[in-house]
């Protein structure tokens, strides 16, 4: 299961930014990075909490259409992925106090789900249907499974042409 790499470092919750990391032997790769504490909100939000929520899947798809999956399911999947089909170690950690720093983030580690330019999950990794609720009638064992294999895919193709894999 993956490690949360300091979880009370700072002390929690803490606005700023975190990544998730797959590790190979001797480096690591950007799975994904957030913000946390970015927007007003009545209840602060931390960013282990962002990572708790992602690693757990909280929520499968939240559009207005509810025809695309959700970032926490996107990330927590691609954890399950390196770590349970690939067999590699994931690890969250949290790199920054300031949550506007996430676009820097991105562009130097260079994340495999995100585009660089705005720091967004790559549509592909939505499995978008363009039918409404697509994913919102598909809350079951079965459609869990079905979204995940959608995701795995689009991984498997991603890493196959990502040198930082080979």
């Given at each position: 299961?993956?490690?949360?790499?300091?979880?009370?470092?700072?002390?929690?919750?803490?606005?700023?930014?975190?990544?998730?990391?797959?590790?190979?032997?001797?480096?690591?790769?950007?799975?994904?990075?957030?913000?946390?504490?970015?927007?007003?909100?009545?209840?602060?939000?931390?960013?282990?909490?962002?990572?708790?929520?992602?690693?757990?899947?909280?929520?499968?798809?939240?559009?207005?259409?509810?025809?695309?999956?959700?970032?926490?399911?996107?990330?927590?999947?691609?954890?399950?992925?390196?770590?349970?089909?690939?067999?590699?170690?994931?690890?969250?950690?949290?790199?920054?106090?300031?949550?506007?720093?996430?676009?820097?983030?991105?562009?130097?580690?260079?994340?495999?789900?995100?585009?660089?330019?705005?720091?967004?999950?790559?549509?592909?990794?939505?499995?978008?249907?363009?039918?409404?609720?697509?994913?919102?009638?598909?809350?079951?064992?079965e459609g869990v499974e079905e979204a995940e294999r959608e995701v795995f895919s689009v991984?498997?193709?991603?890493?196959?042409?990502?040198?930082?894999?080979?």
């Amino acid at each position: 299961m993956a490690t949360f790499e300091n979880p009370n470092s700072p002390v929690q919750p803490q606005p700023g930014v975190y990544a998730w990391y797959v590790q190979r032997t001797g480096y690591e790769i950007a799975i994904y990075v957030g913000n946390a504490g970015a927007r007003n909100s009545c209840l602060r939000k931390g960013t282990l909490y962002r990572g708790a929520s992602e690693l757990q899947r909280s929520i499968f798809t939240s559009n207005s259409a509810r025809d695309e999956l959700d970032t926490d399911f996107v990330v927590g999947t691609a954890v399950l992925y390196f770590e349970e089909k690939r067999g590699w170690p994931c690890v969250w950690r949290h790199i920054s106090d300031d949550p506007n720093e996430e676009i820097k983030y991105v562009r130097d580690l260079k994340p495999v789900l995100q585009n660089e330019s705005n720091a967004a999950i790559r549509r592909d990794y939505k499995v978008k249907k363009g039918v409404k609720d697509y994913w919102y009638q598909r809350r079951t064992k079965e459609g869990v499974e079905e979204a995940e294999r959608e995701v795995f895919s689009v991984l498997d193709k991603a890493i196959s042409n990502d040198p930082r894999f080979h």
